[in-house]
């Protein structure tokens, strides 16, 4: 099989082009991103020189770039490319727009006249807003964003529906709870209170911590896209969570005692607007349709996080001194 990967240097698209090629020897990987401040060519350490691996810096809202990638005849395509961070969203909507709404639509488009015979959108929980006390979020709760990131989501998830429903292209949502794991960029919660603490320095917790959500190891995140590709229904919907509810400040608290740092690092700060109070997933059809099940649970998978960043600090480095944008 030969799979496009679109964000395949970010995050947890670089996660999910490792573990692919670890599972299938025999599939082939074209992995495009534009690198962009959060896009690494370190995240792909260790499969630069594998034949089965191919890159291309794109932008993936550009037509004549993207159509050139897709004369590879391409099987499937995985569509992690996206702007993600809430709070650049609020400073800067234009840009979510462009990457999350154009890029989309554009990807659609291509999928459509190169015939690939499945698309997978890979969104978020955050699509369907906030939560009270009670609750958790399934895969026909209604779509309420509250920020210009989950706004932006959204409407390409619509879309993605809209091209199945017209045009019967093949296609699957993912939305997932809150992700971490090795190669996140510090700007989002657990890489950056690690290297805070590492460093000393004053943790910024948004208002009074309380903000809950659902977190998920990013290697439990692929094997669910993995099930997704290979066994989910045309036209569905699959919610991905860790069914492991923490409020903000708890993590926090965790991360200080793996490194043995004092809680007198913590710095409450003025909350984020729009801040949405709790996420949680509810992931029963995945589990009951697709037979998937996490591997981490909350403990394991932030233990076996905190050794990964203190095993790779020249890769926290990098990122800091902005070295990494060399590449």
């Not at 997978?120 to 026909?140: A, K, R």
Request: charged content about 20%; glycine content about 8%.
């Amino acid at each position: 099989m030969k799979l496009l990967v679109t964000g395949g240097a970010g995050f947890i698209g670089s996660n999910f082009v490792h573990y692919m090629l670890n599972r299938y020897p025999n599939y082939q990987i074209i992995n495009v991103d534009l690198l962009t401040y959060a896009g690494n060519m370190d995240n792909l350490s260790g499969v630069e020189g594998d034949a089965r691996h191919s890159f291309f810096k794109a932008d993936i809202a550009d037509p004549i770039a993207m159509g050139q990638i897709f004369e590879q005849e391409i099987d499937a395509i995985i569509n992690f490319a996206a702007e993600s961070h809430v709070d650049r969203s609020i400073e800067q909507p234009e840009i979510f727009i462009h990457s999350n709404i154009q890029g989309t639509q554009n990807l659609l488009n291509l999928s459509l006249k190169h015939k690939v015979k499945k698309y997978i959108q890979v969104s978020t929980d955050e699509v369907y807003g906030t939560l009270g006390d009670e609750g958790l979020f399934t895969e026909s709760s209604p779509i309420a964003p509250n920020s210009p990131y989950s706004a932006t989501k959204a409407g390409a998830d619509l879309l993605v529906r809209a091209y199945h429903e017209t045009y019967s292209l093949s296609v699957n949502i993912t939305r997932c709870s809150n992700n971490y794991g090795p190669f996140q960029f510090p700007e989002k919660l657990i890489p950056l209170m690690i290297q805070n603490a590492l460093s000393d320095n004053f943790l910024p917790v948004y208002g009074d911590g309380l903000n809950i959500r659902d977190w998920l190891y990013v290697e439990d995140h692929c094997s669910a896209i993995d099930l997704v590709l290979h066994k989910g229904v045309n036209g569905e919907i699959y919610n991905v969570g860790g069914n492991n509810e923490r409020t903000n400040i708890a993590v926090v608290k965790k991360i200080l005692s793996e490194l043995n740092k004092p809680e007198t690092l913590i710095n409450y700060v003025t909350d984020r607007l729009g801040h949405d109070r709790r996420y949680a997933i509810n992931a029963d059809k995945i589990r009951r349709e697709l037979g998937w099940k996490p591997m981490y649970d909350y403990e394991s998978g932030i233990s076996t996080t905190v050794k990964w960043y203190l095993s790779n600090q020249k890769w926290m480095q990098r990122i800091a001194s902005g070295a990494y944008r060399g590449q």
